[in-house]
């Protein structure tokens, strides 16, 4: 069974640290990984796409992929009030396609003032 | 520009129907992929079109089934409603992925189907 696995949480962080939320997953042929924030009541926004080991940087946001170890994580710096929600990961095909695309169950985020 | 649009925001329908959702995506995306999000299963991935082709399915019976037009409009379909059917169904439109690794995706506002 492919899995996505992430700490429900929640998380919770003072305002101004950094999160670090954590993902690993079962499918070696995962070749693109999504981050995606959803507050309460809210559809999904896409936040970060990685599919290259190493880190990318997007602003606030730095996602981090190993293959190797099968895990992806995202840092948010300077976590604002404003960045509490779910953040759920997913793994898919290669190429950015939705392809076998696996969503983890999410990590509820709470940044704290 | 105009985001994606689904409609109707919400259905209610009963055991044994069918019910076909649309999707118009953001202009100039070719891709539209639909989800499943309940509250025991999380989000889960329907299906993908692209070009109207379908190019990938998720683990979903064949009762749900879907389609995209040549202006890239999508609908689902799904036939011979179950209570477990409940559900927000989500699409999203994205640009297909180019050298350099950009992705841009957006979330439509949903469909709330309750099954009774």
């Known amino acids: 069974q492919k899995e996505v696995e992430q700490n429900s949480g929640p998380l919770s962080v003072p305002e101004g640290a950094i999160a670090s939320l954590n993902c690993t997953y079962s499918d070696r042929g995962s070749q693109s990984f999504f981050w995606y924030r959803q507050y309460s009541g809210k559809s999904p926004e896409l936040i970060m796409f990685i599919y290259s080991n190493g880190d990318k940087e997007d602003g606030r946001f730095t996602a981090q992929l190993n293959k190797a170890s099968q895990y992806v994580s995202l840092l948010i710096r300077d976590s604002q009030p404003s960045d509490s929600a779910t953040y759920l990961c997913a793994g898919g095909a290669p190429g950015g396609s939705q392809g076998n695309l696996i969503f983890g169950k999410g990590t509820k985020l709470s940044v704290k003032p | 520009k105009a985001g994606v649009t689904q409609t109707p925001r919400y259905l209610i329908k009963t055991r044994g129907q069918q019910v076909t959702l649309s999707c118009s995506p953001i202009s100039g995306h070719r891709s539209v992929s639909w989800y499943q999000q309940t509250p025991g299963q999380g989000l889960q991935f329907l299906f993908e079109y692209f070009s109207e082709t379908q190019r990938n399915k998720g683990n979903f019976p064949g009762r749900f089934s879907g389609r995209q037009f040549s202006n890239s409009r999508s609908e689902m379909n799904v036939s011979t409603l179950e209570l477990g059917d409940s559900a927000l169904y989500l699409c999203?439109?994205?640009?297909?992925?180019?050298?350099?690794?950009?992705?841009?995706?957006?979330f439509g506002p949903g469909t709330r189907l309750t099954v009774t």
């Open positions: 999203a439109s994205s640009l297909e992925v180019v050298a350099g690794g950009s992705y841009e995706q957006y």
